[in-house]
């Protein structure tokens, strides 16, 4: 004997069957929703981190250029006198000259405006002066390299490597080679703070006369 099964019972069921299918697909949504919203704020802030790490570049990389015109636009009345005595980092910045016997007390880079940045970026420049004969045992770290200033008598000794931290190009270069040339060498160091990050910039300069 058929059994005749209602229409309604039917689609009761096929209701039935649908309802966890729609709840499945509600949740995968979900899932894919989460993971796109993962995605995208990673990309956010991996992009604004690029950002603030150029910000920061090109602030210290202003500070380079803005020493460099300070040292060309003074060149001719930076103190020359060997420094031979440092108990910290300040005691070897490059100084005016007093036009007279002893190293100079005023610093250039001294009340000098550096060059406007970011709002939340703080700019600080320092210009060292690579003149200098330490006594052995001097506790001053992160000395620049020691280049003593040319005095254009070509001198005969022999070259040693120049003591000092900075790795900035081949330390061959910063020879006392003389040749007839007088030079005075100089190391800028600019420091872009900001963010909650901060990017150092280190370049030499050698004035020649």
């Given amino acids: 004997m058929k059994t005749l099964q209602s229409p309604f019972f039917l689609k009761g069921k096929r ?12 949740l995968i949504g979900f899932v894919f929703v989460g993971v796109g919203a993962y995605v995208v704020k990673n990309l956010f802030w991996s992009s604004q981190g690029v950002v603030i790490e150029a910000k920061l570049y090109n602030a ?5 250029e803005w020493g460099m015109a300070l040292i060309w636009e003074n ?9 031979t005595s440092a108990d910290s980092l300040d005691d ?19 009340e000098k405006a550096l060059p406007e940045t970011d709002g939340n970026i703080k700019l600080s420049v320092v210009v060292l002066d690579c003149n200098y004969s330490l006594a052995p045992g001097a506790a001053v770290s992160n000395l620049p390299p020691r280049v003593l200033a040319g005095t254009g ?8 490597i120049p003591p000092g931290t900075s790795v900035i190009i081949d ?3 910063f020879l006392p080679l ?6 005075h060498s100089f190391v800028i160091r600019s420091r872009a703070t ?6 150092e910039l280190e370049s030499m300069v050698v004035i020649e006369k």
């Fill in 194 to 199: 900001g963010y909650g990050r901060n990017t």
């Fill in 171 to 173: 330390p061959s270069h």
């Fill in 15 to 26: 209701e039935g069957m649908a309802l966890p299918l729609v709840i499945l697909l509600v």
């Fill in 92 to 110: 070897l910045r490059a100084r005016m000259d007093n036009l007279g016997p002893g190293v100079g007390t005023d610093y250039l880079d001294d």
């Fill in 75 to 83: 060149k001719d009345n930076i103190e020359a006198d060997l420094i």
């Fill in 178 to 183: 003389g040749g007839g040339i007088t030079s």
């Fill in 60 to 64: 210290a990389q202003s500070g380079i």
């Fill in 153 to 160: 008598s070509g001198g005969t000794g022999t070259p040693t």
